[in-house]
T-cell receptor, first 110, second 115 residues
Framework: DAGITQSPRYKITETGRQVTLMCHQT?????MFWYRQDLGHGLRLIYY???????DKGEVPDGYVVSRSKTENFPLTLESATRSQTSVYFC?????????FGPGTRLTVL | DQQVKQNSPSLSVQEGRISILNCDYT??????FLWYKKYPAEGPTFLIS???IKDKNEDGRFTVFLNKSAKHLSLHIVPSQPGDSAVYFC??????????????WGLGTSLAVNP
């Protein structure tokens, strides 16, 4: 399928476990982004990547790790999940100014 | 410190009427502005954008106006339709400042278009 996909769409995990959220885009956009959306905070940038093997921190990077070995994939890992990381996570890619979003992953940390 | 502010959390409009969503910004380095629409359980969808060299951009029923001196932009939807009911986000970027295409987001305005 063309576009940007995220998996899983829903995930429930326990405090302390490692979780990886996947993001895949078929456009070959150079830039990719990870956001979290929480009530009262809007969209907050976690990490972004300008190209394969180039990543940088966003507004709220603590507790998260990213990698980008291939242009099309940008996984986000929670190394040791905490309850405060319960959120909806969105991945986006961008050819220039506009960003195009995936459908989101709803993560619940118990 | 919110650099992009959407001061109205919600807006209700009758079908067929005009919807006006507002957005204010504080950073004078912003030179590109975007509006996104978001339905529940979906990702945000790009709607329309405007560069700071323009004061108006139109796409079908959607028009964005930019007032740089007031650091204010607005999205007009005419005529409003029930399918327009969604949360609308305003976003801005400062490309000339080399910001790596990061967008600064408002908190959103929930629009309800009533039949």
């Amino acid at each position: 399928d063309a576009g940007i996909t995220q998996s899983p769409r829903y995930k429930i995990t326990e405090t302390g476990r490692q979780v990886t959220l996947m993001c895949h885009q078929t456009w070959s956009h150079s830039y990719m982004f990870w956001y979290r959306q929480d009530l009262g905070h809007g969209l907050r940038l976690i990490y972004y990547s300008a190209a394969a093997d180039i990543t940088d921190k966003g507004e709220v990077p603590d507790g998260y790790v990213v990698s980008r070995s291939k242009t099309e994939n940008f996984p986000l890992t929670l190394e040791s999940a905490t309850r405060s990381q319960t959120s909806v996570y969105f991945c986006a890619s961008s050819p220039y100014n506009e960003q195009f979003f995936g459908p989101g992953t709803r993560l619940t940390v118990l | 410190d919110q650099q992009v502010k959407q001061n109205s959390p919600s807006l209700s409009v009758q079908e067929g009427r005009i919807s006006i969503l507002n957005c204010d910004y504080t950073n004078s380095m912003f030179d590109y502005f975007l509006w996104y629409k978001k339905y529940p359980a979906e990702g945000p969808t790009f709607l329309i954008s405007i560069s700071s060299i323009k004061d108006k951009n139109e796409d079908g029923r959607f028009t964005v106006f930019l007032n740089k001196s007031a650091k204010h932009l607005s999205l007009h939807i005419v005529p409003s339709q029930p399918g327009d009911s969604a949360v609308y986000f305003c976003a801005a970027s400062a490309n000339n400042a080399g910001n790596n295409r990061k967008l600064i987001w408002g908190l959103g305005t929930s629009l309800a278009v009533n039949p």
